[in-house]
């Protein structure tokens, strides 16, 4: 683990998986601020991320990397459950951005592609849009990462693509090369896209798994992350690789097993019941 973050350069841009607690790399997390405590390096890094990752308590996901001068740019789509994060951005210590979740994840894939970045009407007279605060969260942050442009007579929202560094994700098991499946993990999130993009930056992706594999033991069809696009490989502790922070592991959330309908308690009928509902 202190050999993978040392491969994490100051000032770098890290894409960073997960969904709350789903397919996050919760050892990086832990690793790279221990680091920081004790060295002062990993420092200024810019970090980008979809789903909110954490658990709306200063213990788990980004929340371990919430510290002055280890972060200097956050943007994110979710930040309900990343209070060490808020505080940073509301006290003005860190460049804050919230952009539409699904955008972000779109622009992985744009910056993995060299595509100069996600065009869409998504947050159009928002404050996303830059003729109010272009998902601008404090004063610290000037730079626009949002365009307003206009095409066959349209105005559309042009989220600008830029280098990602560094990719930290996260697998359930790869083989000595670092092909990775997700046998246990709940969800596959952006990880393939994320460590694409870095790759096609020219950075690094480092890859946290709960068992390495022999060569030629894993079935082909089930790797997620070949492990062409892979540099480092950490083996996690079995505290930070809980499948969600529910449960270190529920067969039923990854297709497993399948539960029956009738064991599962009705919700009350309350406003997110009619939510659930209408969705």
């Given at each position: 683990?202190?050999?993978?973050?040392?491969?994490i350069p100051?000032g770098?841009t890290?894409g960073?998986?997960?969904?709350i607690?789903?397919?996050?790399?919760?050892e990086?997390s832990?690793?790279?601020?221990?680091?920081?405590?004790k060295?002062?390096?990993?420092?200024?890094l810019?970090i980008?991320?979809s789903?909110g990752?954490?658990d709306?308590?200063d213990?788990?996901g980004?929340?371990?990397i919430?510290?002055?001068?280890?972060?200097?740019r956050?943007?994110g789509?979710?930040w309900g459950?990343?209070?060490?994060l808020?505080r940073?951005?509301f006290e003005?210590?860190?460049?804050g951005y919230n952009?539409p979740?699904g955008?972000?994840?779109?622009?992985?894939?744009?910056?993995?592609?060299?595509?100069?970045g996600?065009?869409?009407?998504i947050g159009l007279?928002t404050?996303?849009d830059?003729?109010?605060?272009g998902g601008?969260?404090n004063e610290?942050?000037?730079?626009?990462l949002?365009?307003?442009?206009e095409m066959d007579?349209?105005?559309?929202?042009?989220?600008?693509s830029?280098?990602?560094n560094?990719?930290?994700i996260r697998?359930?098991?790869?083989?000595?090369d670092?092909n990775?499946?997700?046998?246990k993990?709940?969800?596959t999130?952006?990880s393939l896209?994320i460590?694409?993009?870095?790759?096609?930056?020219?950075?690094?992706?480092?890859?946290?798994?709960e068992k390495?594999?022999?060569?030629?033991t894993?079935?082909?069809?089930?790797?997620?992350?070949?492990?062409i696009?892979?540099?480092?490989?950490?083996?996690?502790?079995?505290?930070n690789?809980?499948?969600?922070?529910?449960?270190?592991?529920?067969?039923a959330l990854?297709g497993?097993?399948?539960v029956p309908v009738?064991?599962?308690?009705?919700?009350?009928l309350?406003?997110?019941k009619?939510i659930?509902?209408?969705a």
């Amino acid at each position: 683990l202190e050999q993978a973050v040392s491969m994490i350069p100051d000032g770098a841009t890290v894409g960073i998986g997960g969904f709350i607690g789903c397919g996050h790399p919760q050892e990086f997390s832990v690793g790279i601020e221990e680091s920081f405590l004790k060295s002062g390096h990993p420092r200024d890094l810019t970090i980008m991320f979809s789903a909110g990752i954490g658990d709306g308590t200063d213990k788990l996901g980004l929340n371990k990397i919430g510290h002055e001068g280890l972060l200097k740019r956050i943007i994110g789509g979710h930040w309900g459950l990343i209070p060490k994060l808020q505080r940073l951005v509301f006290e003005n210590k860190v460049e804050g951005y919230n952009l539409p979740l699904g955008t972000i994840s779109l622009m992985f894939r744009e910056i993995a592609g060299h595509r100069p970045g996600v065009i869409t009407k998504i947050g159009l007279k928002t404050f996303v849009d830059p003729r109010l605060e272009g998902g601008k969260m404090n004063e610290r942050t000037k730079e626009d990462l949002v365009e307003l442009i206009e095409m066959d007579g349209e105005e559309w929202l042009r989220y600008k693509s830029f280098p990602v560094n560094v990719a930290l994700i996260r697998a359930t098991y790869c083989d000595e090369d670092g092909n990775a499946t997700m046998d246990k993990e709940a969800a596959t999130l952006d990880s393939l896209a994320i460590a694409q993009a870095a790759k096609n930056s020219g950075g690094i992706v480092l890859l946290q798994v709960e068992k390495v594999v022999q060569n030629g033991t894993l079935d082909a069809r089930k790797v997620k992350i070949p492990g062409i696009y892979v540099d480092g490989i950490v083996v996690s502790r079995p505290e930070n690789h809980w499948q969600t922070y529910e449960a270190h592991y529920n067969p039923a959330l990854c297709g497993e097993v399948k539960v029956p309908v009738d064991s599962i308690p009705p919700m009350k009928l309350n406003e997110r019941k009619i939510i659930c509902r209408r969705a």
